[in-house]
């Protein structure tokens, strides 16, 4: 007879090619199985990932600001850069 430790824990299921969020990975759900990985470690380990993917994700949001802002800049000034030169 199965233990209730062997019996599966329901998941939602995350679809690839959707970037993961951090929630998704502090709330990941195994089975547990006799001679298993230490459910503490693993708990401790995904979200140590989702701390740093948390991480990553608003440093990559920064870059594409800084990125909306610099392009923006760019245009501003080749518009004043094209205006001055037509005048001459």
């Known amino acids: 007879m199965a233990s209730r430790r062997d019996e599966p824990r329901p998941t939602r299921e ?21 001679q298993g990985l230490d459910p503490v470690e693993i708990r401790a380990f995904l979200h140590r990932v989702a701390d740093e993917l948390t991480v990553a994700q608003t440093a990559l949001v920064a ?26």
């Open 14 to 34: 995350i679809q690839r090619g959707t970037p993961l969020r951090p929630w998704q990975i502090r709330e990941r759900c195994f089975n547990v199985r006799r």
């Open 63 to 88: 870059v594409q600001e800084e990125n909306v802002r610099i392009k923006n800049a760019l245009r501003t000034w080749q518009s004043a850069q094209s205006a001055n030169h037509r005048y001459r």
